[in-house]
């Protein structure tokens, strides 16, 4: 294995930067051709692994890519999941290096999707090609690289639920999160829900001069910018009647548990450039970014914002806005009460319309299983630490999905950073983490391939 690894080490980061040329942005339709050409790179690598049945599959979206290997039906078998598709780029002037031109500086990777989640999926592909080609599979194996986890995972559920016998497994393995370090690896064992909402508010019913209407008339800006500061109180606590109700509260001893992972708050406010945290009192920067639920405006507009002034009072205002969920609130619960909430406390001078767009339910997985042991175990077996378990910030909608259509868990064995610049200008991926993925894969297949005998 580790002669292979070592003699096809190159080959591997070239065929990534190839697969990293291709602008597989999900969320714009202009790239719609490239998001295709993307899903059939993948498909073509992972037949090329020597994988079984490798195609593609039409969604009312973006295609599914699914391949597979079946060794033998008695032997356990792992679903590999990830994602081909990316964030938009924007803004293009602040990478150092075009986002679509992957480039190598001190390193790593620069590129949109180096880490998020072309990097990290590609190394399961380079590693079931590394176990076939030496001592073969310990496990069945099957693989499935979706093309709309960024915008929501829309056509997955239904695509799941009608493909359930060619889905079947005992684990899903995905690669799609981060570690603590790269002296500390971490698993984690929970991903937060997310409810995303849009707001209008309409004031008049067209733009007008703010001089002559400007003081008579409610400035739908200023009262989108009133609504949404109320949404938190000093405590920095959500003000949306219920929003908590259903939060499941930790035990002190779960939370002397987590607080065991290493942080250092100077380190982080450097590397972000800020003076000074800000979140909910009572608690940690990481409780606030895991085991708390959040709302955060994502982009708000209305008016003129092109060069110069223009002295205008708008019609109308604009907000993105998301909300992450914990255990055990639900993305249907939480955008009920925001937009009850939100159109309550709108004055009788606007309109307010929410729209709801994407949203996921929160995950957690149990430490105490074959699974995640297989995969702690790979960690020290790779790396010679044992992985501290970790409860992430992100979502991954579809996790909550498998569980419910396919009745398994999930392991979140992902090898990034946070410093990695998910979803910001200048994303990147360490090439020590590329190829140290790659060399961990198989130790779970491994380990689970004894444990589960
Ligand atoms: N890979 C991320 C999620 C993630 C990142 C989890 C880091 C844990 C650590 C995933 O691609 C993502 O960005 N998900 C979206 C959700 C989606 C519905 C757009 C998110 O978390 O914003
Ligand atoms: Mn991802
Ligand atoms: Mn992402």
Redesign the pocket.
């Known amino acids: 294995m580790t002669t292979y690894l070592d003699a096809n080490k190159q080959r591997f980061l070239d065929e990534l930067l190839e697969l990293l040329l291709i602008p597989s942005v999900s969320a714009d339709s202009k790239f719609k051709g490239d998001v295709r050409r993307a899903a059939e790179f993948v498909r073509d690598k992972l037949a090329a692994a020597g994988l079984d049945n490798a195609s593609l599959y039409e969604t009312p979206g973006h295609p599914v890519v699914y391949a597979e290997k079946i060794v033998d039906p008695a032997l356990p078998t792992v679903l590999v999941y990830g994602?081909y598709d990316v964030q938009p780029a924007d803004p293009y002037e602040l990478w150092q290096s075009p986002p679509f031109e992957p480039t190598i500086r001190n390193e790593r990777i620069y590129a949109r999707g180096a880490c998020?989640?072309k990097g990290q999926f590609y190394m399961h592909v380079k590693a079931i090609e590394a176990m076939i080609a030496t001592d073969g599979l310990p496990c069945n194996v099957k693989v499935m690289i979706e093309g709309e986890?960024?915008?929501?995972s829309d056509h997955l559920g239904t695509f799941v639920a009608e493909h359930r016998d060619m889905l079947k497994t005992d684990v899903i393995l995905i690669s799609?999160?981060?570690i603590i370090a790269n002296d500390t690896p971490s698993l984690?064992t929970g991903?937060r829900g997310?409810s995303y909402v849009e707001v209008e508010v309409t004031g008049p019913n067209r733009d007008l001069h703010s001089g002559v209407y400007g003081g008579g008339v409610a400035n739908p800006i200023n009262v989108l910018c009133d609504m949404i500061a109320s949404l938190h109180d000093e405590a920095g606590r959500i003000t949306i009647p219920g929003f908590y109700d259903n939060v499941a509260d930790l035990s002190e001893a779960e939370r002397a548990e987590l607080a065991k992972a290493p942080f250092n708050l100077q380190d982080y406010k450097q590397d972000l450039d800020v003076n000074d945290v800000a979140g909910e009192a009572g608690y940690s920067t990481n409780e606030r970014t895991s085991i708390r639920p959040t709302l955060d405006v994502n982009g708000i507009w209305g008016g003129y914002t092109g060069e110069g002034a223009k002295t205008v009072l708008p019609s109308k205002a604009f907000a993105k806005i998301s909300m992450r969920l914990v255990p055990n609130q639900t993305p249907d619960e939480i955008t009920e009460l925001f937009t009850k909430h939100f159109t309550a406390i709108a004055p009788a001078s606007v309109k307010v319309k929410v729209t709801p767009h994407?949203g996921?339910l929160p995950y957690v997985t149990p430490v105490d299983s074959v699974e995640f042991e297989a995969a702690s175990k790979a960690f020290e077996d790779a790396w010679g630490k044992k992985p501290i378990p970790t409860r992430?910030?992100?979502?991954?909608?579809i996790v909550a999905l498998f569980e419910r259509e396919l009745g398994v868990k999930s392991i979140l064995m992902?090898f990034?950073l946070d410093s990695d610049a998910?979803?910001s200008p200048n994303e990147s991926y360490g090439l020590f983490n590329f190829y140290k993925g790659i060399e961990t894969i198989p130790y779970f297949y491994k380990n689970y391939a004894e444990l589960k005998r």
């Open positions: 994602h998020d989640d986890e960024e915008v929501g799609d999160t981060s984690e991903l997310l994407h996921g992430g910030g992100g979502s991954i909608p992902g990034g998910l979803h």
